[in-house]
């Protein structure tokens, strides 16, 4: 099952095409990175559908197999078994490359009274505390100290708990939830994230029987269970960051293309403020996820010309504009004519990963780590760029070099296949033209 990403690839794009046809939202990375680790909890076999493949998801499964757990893909589904597990015989390196294996923590302190994980990777973009998820577990009793390399973690005696999360994040919020799900009383989490991967991952645990109070608000009242044994098979929700995405690709080529299967509740936002910049699209249906908790709809985009915003583009907890989506906003300013503050508060270090537009002719001014102004709009070119170390940045130069008319490199493209499945054939299937080069 492992497989090598060391191996470097290229993308090789002929960009300033326009753009037909229909492309499809894949299902969620990072609600995959939640429930698969979940699915530890479970004694019976579980089943999830529409599994993304993609570097990330990947890297988890490494982890997973290497302590045991079965593992079995059939197309895109995956049967996850949990028996026999040694947490000792640990895949350091792929745990190290995924920031993923922190949610490790709340499932497994089921299973072992102690054990220890290795730090935790992912996208280059500063300081990324795993603080909150320490303050937060304390509260179930488990004592998580941090060593050279790894984390040791105590769990000797659960108990539930009532109390505020330090940090309201995505991560933390399933790491508690997780904590809490097999410990047979109420947990109450207050200033818990509500965004699209924790609903997701609630969906999972209330088919597993876990009852789930708040699902959506941020305040989320688990009612753990003793045990958790069940034969169950999971719809995967889909990914607004992907549809996000393709509405970018879309801005930028001044396309008109349909995307299916869009989670509007986590897009609304976002296409609020395009819309107030000139973006035309059009709400063609909407209908159920598989899951049959998640709203979809499918999107038709037209060629627009774009006018920035008198205020500044920055993130919030949802239901805001979402942190992973931010960055998009960057690319599209680009075409949008005017100056556009983008204010990317939470990393330190992404917005820096933004100045790599200029080589594709942008006009910005990296103000502070935080604080990105875009003078559009300008006339994109290509050029031979090494992809960014972290997932969003990297997925901005791809959609800019989609933009700028003429032959462009961009190098090393793992962080884009740590998040995007099979993107190059489905960019090229509604009229791109892209190569993979392997060195």
Known sequence: MTRNPASTINFEIEGGNKLSGTVVTKTSKNGAMGIIPAALMNKGKTILKNVPKIEEVYRMIEVLDSIGVSIKWNNNDLEIEC???????????????TRSVIMLIGPLVHLFKKFSLPHSGGCKLGKRTVTPHFFALENFGIDIKT??????????????????????????TENAIMAAALIPSTTVIKFASANYQVQDLCFFLEELGVKIDGVGTTTITVHGVKEINKNITYYLAEDPIETMFFISVAAITKSSITIERCPIDFLEIELLKLRKMGFKYKILKKYKAL??????????TFPSSLTALNDKIESRPYPGLNIDNLPYFAVIATQAKGQTLIHDWVYESRAIHYKELDRLGADTILADPHRFYVNGRTKLKPAE?????????????????????GKSILRNVYNINRGYEDIVKRLNSIGAKINILKD
């Open 291 to 300: 899951n049959g908790k998640t709203n979809l709809v499918d999107i038709k």
């Open 385 to 405: 760029i090494m992809c960014p170390p972290a997932l969003r940045p990297a997925a901005i130069i791809l959609i800019g070099m989609l933009g700028a008319e």
């Open 83 to 97: 028996k026999n597990i040694d947490i000792k015989k640990i895949n350091r390196e792929s745990a190290e490359r």
């Open 147 to 172: 060593k050279t390399s790894s984390y040791e973690i105590t769990a000797s005696k659960l108990k539930p708990a009532e109390f505020a999360l330090y940090e309201s994040g995505d991560t933390v």
